[in-house]
């Protein structure tokens, strides 16, 4: 196999399971990230375990320049891209909108959305010169429905989601297919850099819940991946067998057992 990957926000969660999983299946895999250590660490595993060919980008998805100067760096060193996965996102606080902190908007926007858009322009145009690609985009159900407190970062999943439909449609001439991965509640560092490094309060949040774990979502990002050529998964929504929506879950313990 002599498929390339490009995954943002790779040092921890979803982006590093699906690294994991995409060096498995034999990938060329280039991981970014803003922890540079981290992206080390990983290409060094990646690489010993998997021995694959792995490119590590430290770049803030959040600054264009950054974006254009690693990715045109990485376009001399591998000559496409046939998967990006635009996973680089974060919550920041967990406020009413009139009690928001604006430096924590500022940054889900920038991350989520325009982070997104960024690197998307960048790579787009690579897999429509050969008229081909996979864009997998990771969403959330707080992008299918709005809870409380939960405002400005549903906003900008709900944008993933539009977006997500947009580039389909825009790119469906050139046979890229387009996929949205929508996991609801899973066990990352998520909330705990939703609660700004608050460990109890992040650990709280998943007491009593079998929540969905990073390799989950990368065997569904390797499954949509590996999909014959005429078969595109557009959308998904995926939560652990007591979450129903981003606002309806019970506690494993309050599930019917058998009688």
């Known amino acids: 196999m002599d498929k390339t990957i490009l995954i943002t926000g790779a040092t921890s969660g979803f982006g590093k399971a699906i690294a994991q999983r995409f060096a498995k299946e034999g990938y060329t895999v280039c991981?970014?990230?803003?922890?540079e250590e981290r992206l080390a660490e990983l290409k060094a595993e990646l690489e010993k375990q998997y021995g694959v060919k792995v490119i590590a980008l430290a770049f803030d998805v959040r600054n264009r320049s950054e974006v254009e100067d690693a990715i045109g760096k990485l376009k001399t060193q591998v000559p496409y891209i046939d998967i990006l996965v635009n996973n680089a996102g974060l919550a920041s606080g967990m406020?009413?909108?009139?009690?928001?902190?604006?430096?924590?908007?500022?940054?889900?926007?920038?991350?989520?959305?325009?982070?997104?858009?960024?690197?998307?322009?960048?790579?787009?145009?690579?897999m429509r010169e050969r008229a081909r690609g996979h864009i997998i985009n990771?969403?959330?159900?707080?992008?299918k429905m709005v809870y409380k407190n939960g405002n400005v970062y549903c906003a900008t999943k709900y944008a993933v989601d539009a977006l997500n439909q947009a580039m389909r449609i825009d790119l469906l001439p050139y046979g890229i297919k387009v996929t949205a991965i929508n996991p609801g509640m899973a066990e990352t560092?998520?909330?705990?850099?939703?609660?700004?490094?608050?460990?109890?309060?992040?650990?709280?949040?998943?007491?009593?819940?079998?929540?969905?774990?990073?390799?989950?979502?990368?065997?569904?990002?390797?499954y949509c991946a590996s999909l014959p050529?005429?078969?595109?998964?557009?959308?998904?929504?995926?939560?652990?067998?007591?979450?129903?929506?981003?606002?309806?879950?019970?506690?494993?313990?309050?599930?019917v057992k058998p009688s």
């Open 31 to 35: 991981i970014t990230g803003r922890r």
């Open 95 to 126: 406020a009413p909108i009139d009690e928001g902190d604006i430096d924590d908007w500022e940054a889900m926007i920038d991350t989520n959305l325009k982070g997104l858009l960024y690197v998307t322009r960048q790579i787009a145009p690579m």
């Open 138 to 143: 990771i969403g959330s159900t707080a992008g």
């Open 189 to 222: 560092e998520f909330s705990l850099v939703r609660f700004h490094g608050d460990e109890e309060r992040a650990k709280n949040m998943y007491t009593g819940i079998n929540a969905l774990q990073a390799t989950d979502i990368a065997d569904i990002a390797w």
């Open 229 to 255: 050529p005429h078969v595109c998964v557009n959308d998904l929504m995926v939560t652990c067998l007591t979450q129903a929506t981003s606002v309806y879950a019970i506690k494993e313990a309050e599930r």
